[in-house]
């Protein structure tokens, strides 16, 4: 069996109980939202993962608040693209807990393709958000709880995307800017709701996936667009291995991955699809 035969895999998903998605940004690069290594994963002279630090955020608000404002302007400006809606179909086919998602992505396009958790099967999810989300917004200030759904563009006047993008020439862009202030404790920054680098995921929901992998095998780990570098999300596909589940990886370029019964080099929005139908 070659490791693109799509019939053993459509017999493997027919024929498992319980299935994880372990998504990343090359869900969303064909919606035009840029990956994290994609260009080299750099923004402006920055290193995109540099930016999304609690460290960059204290040293330059501005700047970590035009990266976001760009980002929250892309992904507003963008449409779930066929993968998203296949994903999203597949969890109305199989409820929880057959089916669950963990997203690192935090542009709001698998929930825009109507793949949300439905509150009847509380305390069981149908997606884990755990990074966060664009259009969370919250007080910089661990005391102060302030937080709120925001999609405003821009969240401030002076983090309007300038038309022809930040990536353009330097001159449109000054620190300075007019930051987004916290209405309730009236001193703290509002920062953006993704969990940055060196930030724990929300423990609540680390537990929630730790018991679905744990509570009964998981048969089927696919592995979406992600270049499996940032931890933990990285871990659960070697987890559901060492159950004795199979695992696919969905990925423009699957040339270095390594232990999986499947690879499909592609397109997310065009394989997914075509796997999940
Ligand atoms: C860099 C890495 C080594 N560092 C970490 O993992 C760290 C530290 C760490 C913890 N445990 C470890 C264990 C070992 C080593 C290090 C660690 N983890 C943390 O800090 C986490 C928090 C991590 C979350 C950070 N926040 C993000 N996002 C939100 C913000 C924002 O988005 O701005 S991560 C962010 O980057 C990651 C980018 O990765 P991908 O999504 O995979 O994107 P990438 O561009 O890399 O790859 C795209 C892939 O798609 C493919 N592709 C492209 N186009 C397509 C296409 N069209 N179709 C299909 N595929 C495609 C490409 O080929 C490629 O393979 C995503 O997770 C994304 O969410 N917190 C934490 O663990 O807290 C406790 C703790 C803390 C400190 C120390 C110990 C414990």
């Known amino acids: ?152 563009d821009p969240i401030v006047p002076s983090l309007l995307v300038p038309s022809e993008g930040l990536d353009g020439d330097e001159a449109s862009w000054t620190s300075d800017v007019e930051l987004p202030r916290c209405p309730q404790c009236k001193t703290g920054l509002l920062r953006p709701g993704v969990v940055w680098f060196g930030e724990e995921l929300d423990s609540q929901m680390l537990k929630r996936i730790q018991q679905y992998i744990e509570r009964d095998p998981v048969d089927l780990c696919i592995v979406i667009g992600t270049s499996g570098t940032v931890y933990p999300a990285a871990g659960y596909a070697n987890l559901v291995k060492a159950q004795g589940g199979k695992v696919a990886i969905v990925d423009i370029d699957c040339s270095v991955r390594g232990n999986a019964d499947w690879l499909f080099e592609g397109d997310a929005a065009k394989l997914i699809p075509e796997m999940l139908e």
């Open 1 to 152: 069996m070659s490791k693109s035969d799509l019939s053993s895999f459509h017999e493997a998903l027919l024929n498992a109980k319980r299935i994880l998605a372990v998504c990343g940004a090359g869900l969303s690069a064909s919606s035009g939202i840029p990956t994290f290594r994609g260009a080299g994963g750099m923004w402006r002279k920055h290193n995109a993962l540099e930016l999304a630090t609690p460290e960059a955020f204290r040293k330059d608000p501005g700047l970590v608040w035009q990266f976001y404002s760009l980002r929250r302007h892309k992904a507003l400006t963008s449409s779930p693209n066929a993968a998203h809606y296949a994903l999203a179909e597949l969890a109305r086919k199989r409820p929880p807990p057959e089916f669950l998602t963990l997203t690192q992505n935090v542009d709001g396009l698998s929930e825009a393709a109507g793949h949300v958790n439905c509150p009847l099967s509380d305390p069981l999810k149908s997606i884990e958000y755990l990074h966060g989300s664009l259009y969370h917004v919250r007080c910089a200030r661990v005391w102060c709880r302030y937080s709120r759904f925001d999609i405003s």
